[in-house]
T-cell receptor, first 112, second 110 residues
Framework: EAGVTQSPTHLIKTRGQQATLRCSPI?????VYWYQQALGLGLQFLLW???????NRGNFPPRFSGRQFPNYSSELNVNALELEDSALYLC???????????FGQGTRLTVV | GQSLEQPSEVTAVEGAIVQINCTYQ??????LSWYQQHDGGAPTFLSY????GLEETGRFSSFLSRSDSYGYLLLQELQMKDSASYFC???????????FGKGTTLSVSS
């Protein structure tokens, strides 16, 4: 069974540009979570999608947005990139109401 | 809202036992989970406590006390490969987002 896959693995952008990160959940999983992990910091919750809808978002500005597609894959968009957006962005999927989240390997975003 | 507190760092030697504590504040509560993350890797699930008490999985055990809003992860017979960050996480009763603590970095030396 394929795990959670994220693309790209690395992304370098210039300040002010937009970044798009993608996540494919495990087959059968309908919930997708996005987290930001800056160097030396924990996992900061960004967004939660389930059944195509945004269910909850963390304490991040509106320039962080995303969507979930009918096949449950998801996209995270970060507009007007700032230097402090440089981080590892992790996606996780869970079956509905399950207790275990499965993580992808992440996208390392570097803003220069 | 939810918040979780755990120590930032713990050090131990091979073969020892270490306990990583987690205290939480949530508006409701669904369960406490633990995840392990090695440097540069993805977090992986270790254990889940939905009810009070101890859950054992090999060398790792996890404990929950709902009345004390407290849990811990116990790692026994430590090995070098256990050096990693350990995160506790909660999901509240409404099943809203899975929220993580800031993580505890465990360093195991020989």
């Amino acid at each position: 069974e394929a795990g959670v896959t994220q693309s790209p693995t690395h992304l370098i952008k210039t300040r002010g540009q937009q970044a798009t990160l993608r996540c494919s959940p495990i087959s059968g999983h309908t919930s997708v979570y996005w987290y930001q992990q800056a160097l030396g910091l924990g996992l900061q919750f960004l967004l939660w999608y389930d059944e195509g809808e945004e269910r909850n978002r963390g304490n991040f500005p509106p320039r962080f947005s995303g969507r979930q597609f009918p096949n449950y894959s998801s996209e995270l968009n970060v507009n007007a990139l700032e230097l402090e957006d440089s981080a590892l962005y992790l996606c996780a999927s869970t079956p509905v109401a399950d207790t275990e989240a499965f993580f992808g390997q992440g996208t390392r975003l570097t803003v220069v | 809202g939810q918040s979780l507190e755990q120590p930032s760092e713990v050090t131990a030697v091979e073969g020892a036992i270490v306990q990583i504590n987690c205290t939480y504040q949530t508006s409701g509560f669904y369960g406490l989970s633990w995840y392990q993350q090695h440097d540069g890797g993805a977090p992986t699930f270790l254990s889940y406590n939905g009810l009070d008490g101890l859950e054992e999985t090999g060398r790792f055990s996890s404990f929950l006390s709902r009345s004390d809003s407290y849990g811990y992860l116990l790692l026994q017979e430590l090995q070098m490969k256990d050096s990693a960050s350990y995160f506790c996480a909660v999901r509240d009763l409404a099943g809203t987002a899975l929220i993580f603590g800031k993580g505890t970095t465990l360093s195991v030396s020989s």
